[in-house]
């Protein structure tokens, strides 16, 4: 017997053109449930774009121009337009999925609960974690989101033990879904004679080997300690380049270089004489070509969800080296067979890491080839939305 299609409600506060590795995993869940089929819309918000209504990737998409999203009043004012949106289509959807906890939106899913709709939360960033969330002040408003969502969706083994340590009554509630990456769009360059071309491409020397970070320029991600490790790595292999990639906020496509991180790492950058071996790009739209012409992928942020950077980089064939992040990098990568995972903030020990991998070459081919199996047997797209169809199903039968 031929199943109905799932009707899916996709509330996201981040989506293109505002960065966000949050933003960038639901637009990939909810195109690809919409190519199988499904009927799906987003909700979502802009600091830019005035039009209330367009097509994303094919999805039909709803825009409420938010001023500063990042701040209570952003995300009230968030939660009130897309009730209203929400209201309005109330008869096109059986389920609301929420990537992203919206905190200040407790609100809108008790209102939607009335109209009988399911409700599905995500988490996303660190700051979703109910032990962080009790610290703040009205917190049992912000944590109401838990308990009237009939699941949520946990990236982490750490975002999990955060809902059933923290909110024990509901940590029957929570389940595991990992990430998930497009394997035929970040994928390893075929040949030398490909990567070359691509380099050319990129306006990159073919004669230097290529380290990556992909992420914003922010504190958080470590790009401070990267510039230390990339210090150390250059007095012993000096024909490499290290490359940022991204931008330093959310909305901005460029590199700020008023914004006092990029300052203080330019002045780092200057100090170590380094100015020739690092460069930053800003926001691109091809990051899956950055990385297949790169070797080696570093990652030194002290907190995330479920970082998707470092994931795209093992789909593309490029070993990663990352800082522990308790439960949470163990999810991705099995340290020493499929990526390096470093204990502690530790330049040497880091930069170590990726010199093994520039210089070991039959060790760093097959760490390549380690990390693009992990990815497709566990992260890829097709794997990922299975497991979502599967969910949304049960719930509905419930």
């Known amino acids: 017997m031929e199943q109905r299609p799932l009707r ?118 660190f700051t979703d974690d109910p032990g962080i969330i009790k610290k703040r002040k009205i917190s049992s408003y912000l944590l109401l989101p838990y308990k009237l969502a009939d699941c949520i969706i946990a990236p982490s083994t750490a975002r999990l033990n955060g809902v059933v340590n923290n909110l024990p009554n509901h940590g029957h509630k929570v389940t595991r879904i990992n990430n998930c990456v497009n394997t035929k769009h970040f994928s390893p360059c075929v040949s030398s004679i490909s990567k070359n071309e691509l380099l050319r491409k990129l306006q990159l020397q073919t004669d230097q080997k290529y380290v990556i970070f992909v992420g914003r320029i922010i504190a958080r991600k470590g790009v401070d300690f990267l510039v230390d490790v990339w210090r150390e790595v250059i007095q012993q292999y000096s024909n ?42 800003g926001q691109v739209d091809n990051v899956s070509d950055y990385l297949k012409v790169s070797d080696v992928f570093v990652f030194a942020s002290e907190a995330e969800g479920l970082p998707s950077a470092p994931i795209e980089a093992m789909s ?68 990922v939305t299975e497991k979502y169809e599967q969910l949304f199903r049960a719930l509905i039968c419930k």
């Open 8 to 125: 899916i409600a996709m509330l996201c506060p981040y989506l293109p053109p505002i960065y966000s590795g949050a933003g960038q995993q639901a637009l990939r869940i909810g195109t690809a449930l919409k190519s199988k089929g499904h009927n799906v819309f987003f909700v979502t918000a802009s600091h830019s774009v005035e039009s209330k209504h367009q097509l994303l990737n094919g999805v039909d998409t709803f825009y409420s121009r938010i001023e500063r999203m990042s701040s209570y009043r952003g995300q009230i004012m968030f939660g009130l337009k897309s009730l209203i949106v929400l209201f309005k289509k109330r008869k096109e959807f059986d389920i609301l999925f929420s990537p992203g906890m919206g905190a200040m939106l407790g609100f809108l899913y008790f209102s939607l609960k009335i109209f009988d709709k399911k409700i599905i939360l995500r988490m996303s960033v």
């Open 240 to 281: 490499a380049t290290l490359l940022f990639v991204g931008p330093y906020d959310f909305a901005s496509k460029g590199i700020n270089k008023t914004d006092p991180v990029m300052q203080k790492l330019q002045v780092k950058i200057n100090n170590y004489n380094l100015d020739k071996k690092i460069i930053f790009t």
């Open 316 to 383: 593309s064939g490029v070993p990663p080296v990352v800082l522990d992040i308790e439960d949470i990098m163990p999810d991705i990568i099995d340290s020493e067979e499929n990526g390096i995972i470093v204990a502690s903030k530790d330049a040497e020990a880091f930069s170590n890491s990726i010199l093994k991998l520039l210089t070991d070459e039959q060790y760093s081919e097959q760490m390549s080839i380690n990390a693009r199996q992990k990815i497709c047997a566990n992260f890829s797209i097709n794997v």
